[in-house]
Every structure is written in C-alpha cells, then in structure tokens.
C-alpha cells in the first residue's frame, strides 16, 4: 500500500555488499520466485515513495543483469568494502533535491512490514531520526531528515550509522511495533530461517 505523507521521501536500499560471510552474492539468493534483492526491491516500490535509490557494490555486474532495477535509480557504492556507510555517502547525492529525507533499508531484508514504515512515516514529520522498535530490538527502515545529512555524509565504516543513533546529536524519535525485526540474511543459517518462514 503506499505510503501517505506531506513529505516527500527517497527509499534508499543498501544492496552493495561484498556477502563475505555468505560466500557468494546474497543479492542473487532464490527467494520468492526470483532473487533475494528483486523481493526487496518489488517491497519497497510497493511503498510508493517518491524515489527508490539502490546501491550497488559487491557482484554489481552481475547484479545488474539479474535483477530487475528498471524502476529504480542505481548508484555506483566504489568504495563498499569500506562499510555500509560508504554506500549512504555515495548516495546523498542522488537523493532527489526536493526530498525531506531518505528512509532506509537493507537489500537482504524483503519483509519489512507495512505497519513499520506506516509508524515511521507518522514520526518523520517531527523528527530529524527516526528508528522502528520491534518486539525484540531495533531495527530498519530508518528516517534521516536532509537536516542530517552533513553529519551522515561523514560517516566511515560498518557500524557508523548506529553509532550516529545513539550519539544523542539529534532528535531521534523510536516507534514501537508489535512484530519481530525482519530477518535479514548474512549467513545461510540467516538465509534458512528466512526461507522456513515462508512456510
């Protein structure tokens, strides 16, 4: 269902990993059909946000063939191996000029729920971040207001965004869901657990 709101929002996917866990490109895991990031991707269009940005590092070629990107906007994350916040800078850039801020997601989560982009949503008019508590942790989309992004632009490493959470720099507003934090996939014990909760 897509989203309803004043403001006008980029989705940002960061689907530019290297998968050194996993061994190959989780990008182009079987899921749904088609690839782990197509479902991803077919999720957050679902949302209806004003741009989709994806990034893309790690297997970019062969990413690009295999997946359908054709109704988003791909950038280029050259240096990905350098953390996730690498491909957040490299995609400040192309966040369309007269967006109020970007929401972010991971390209190996596809389940996001409805109801948490919904509650994010509702605290991005008042927040500069804005974070999803699940039933057990926090976890993504995120909301970034363009009041942030000097400080995001910033960033090094993998952990870098979190830290910048929990920083206490910005009013960071937490909305509560009663669901568990989408599972994600960095291993194949991950990869597993989110096939078998397909049913």
């Known amino acids: 269902m897509p989203v309803e709101s004043e403001l006008r929002i980029t989705a940002l996917v960061l689907a530019a990993g290297s998968s050194r866990r996993l061994g190959q490109p989780k990008q182009l895991l079987e899921y749904r059909g088609a690839t782990l990031l197509d479902a991803t991707v077919s999720a957050v269009l679902g949302f209806g946000f004003a741009q989709t940005l994806v990034t893309l590092g790690g297997a970019a070629p062969e990413v690009r063939e295999t997946v359908d990107l054709s ?53 991005a008019a008042s927040s500069e971040i804005a974070v999803v508590d699940y039933a057990n942790g926090t976890g993504h989309p995120f909301w970034f207001s363009r009041a942030v992004f000097g ?49």
């Open 71 to 123: 109704a988003v906007q791909i950038v280029d994350s050259l240096h990905h191996t350098d953390g996730c916040s690498s491909s957040i800078v490299s995609a400040l850039d192309a966040v369309a000029e007269d967006a109020d801020g970007f929401f972010l997601f991971l390209g190996d989560q596809p389940e996001v729920p409805q109801v948490a982009v919904d509650a994010l949503l509702e605290a």
């Open 151 to 199: 400080p995001l632009s910033e960033l090094h490493g993998d952990k870098a965004v979190w830290k910048l959470l929990e920083s206490g720099r910005f009013t960071t507003t937490h909305v509560s869901v009663d669901e568990d934090v989408p599972l994600d996939v960095d291993t194949w014990e991950d990869y597993e657990r989110l096939l078998a909760a397909l049913g």
